[in-house]
C-alpha cells in the first residue's frame, strides 16, 4: 500500500482481555517502530524491529505487552491481561533504512479499556 | 538519554500572522531533530528534519526550522500560517539509535 496501514483503527477491550493490534508498514522498509502515545502527551517509543529482529523493547512497559515481526514484514503488538492504563493510541512506524532516518507513520490504533 | 521540551501548549495565532513552535533538546551529541504534526485522528507527519549541515532547514507546507547548539532549540517557523494549519506539532530528538524522544506537543489554534 500506498503508506503504513494499521488494523484496527479503534479497539474496545473488558480489563483482563488480550488484544492484538497489527501494522503494515510499507513495503520494502527495513525498520518498524512503535509508539504509545497517551491522551494530551506525545509518543513514547515502545520497540524497534530491523526486519525480523526486535533489536530494541527497552521501551515496553511491562511483560503484557509483546511484539513480533516474524517475516520482518507486518508487525502484531499483543497486550495481554489488558489494563485501564493501557488505553491510549498505539501507532507504528517504518522507514526504508535502519534507524530514524525518516519515519512514516500510520494513523493508530486507539485502545479503550474498560 | 536525550530529552525534548515543548514549553507552549497551546498557541493561537490569526490566519496570515506569523508563527514560531519553540523546542528545546537535550542531548550530548549532534542529534538528529524533527518536527512532525498530527492533525485529529491522523498519523504523525514529517514536516522537517534536520541531520548535519545548514542549520535553517525548509519542510513541507512552508515550515522552516533553524538548529541552534548553543541554545539547544529547534524552533519552527511559518512566515504566514493558514487555518489548514491548525493541529497538533511534535518536536523530536533521536540519537542514532533506535529510540526517538519526543516532545508533549504543542496544539496550535489558527483564527479567522
Known amino acids: 500500500g500506498a503508506g503504513v496501514s494499521q488494523s484496527p483503527r479503534y479497539k474496545v477491550a473488558k480489563r483482563g482481555q488480550d488484544v492484538a493490534l497489527r501494522c503494515d508498514p510499507i513495503?520494502?522498509?527495513?525498520?518498524l517502530f512503535w509508539y504509545q502515545q497517551a491522551l494530551g502527551q506525545g509518543p513514547e517509543f515502545l520497540t524497534y524491529?530491523?526486519?525480523?529482529?526486535?533489536?530494541?523493547k527497552s521501551g515496553l512497559p511491562s511483560d503484557r505487552f509483546f511484539a513480533e515481526r516474524p517475516e520482518g514484514s507486518v508487525s502484531t503488538l499483543k497486550i495481554q491481561r489488558t489494563q485501564q492504563e493501557d488505553s491510549a493510541v498505539y501507532l507504528c512506524?517504518?522507514?526504508?533504512?535502519?534507524?530514524?532516518?525518516?519515519?512514516?507513520f500510520g494513523q493508530g490504533t486507539r485502545l479503550t479499556v474498560v | 538519554a536525550q530529552s525534548v521540551t515543548q514549553p507552549d501548549i497551546h498557541i493561537t495565532v490569526s490566519e496570515g500572522a506569523s508563527l514560531e513552535l519553540r523546542c528545546n533538546y537535550s542531548?550530548?551529541?549532534?542529534?538528529?531533530l524533527f518536527w512532525y504534526v498530527q492533525s485529529p485522528g491522523q498519523g504523525l507527519q514529517l514536516l522537517l528534519k534536520?541531520?548535519?549541515?545548514?542549520?535553517l532547514v525548509q519542510g513541507i507546507k512552508g515550515f522552516e526550522a533553524e538548529f541552534k547548539r548553543s541554545q539547544s532549540s529547534f524552533n519552527l517557523r511559518k512566515p504566514s500560517v493558514h487555518w489548514s494549519d491548525a493541529a497538533e506539532y511534535f518536536c523530536?530528538?533521536?540519537?542514532?539509535?533506535?529510540?526517538?524522544?519526543f516532545g508533549a506537543g504543542t496544539r496550535l489554534t489558527v483564527k479567522p
Open positions: 542531548y550530548g551529541a549532534t542529534p538528529y
Open positions: 523530536a530528538v533521536g540519537a542514532g539509535n533506535n529510540d526517538m524522544r
Open positions: 512506524a517504518s522507514s526504508l533504512a535502519a534507524g530514524h532516518t525518516e519515519a512514516f
Open positions: 534536520y541531520f548535519s549541515g545548514d542549520t
Open positions: 524491529f530491523q526486519n525480523e529482529a526486535q533489536l530494541d
Open positions: 513495503s520494502g522498509h527495513v525498520s
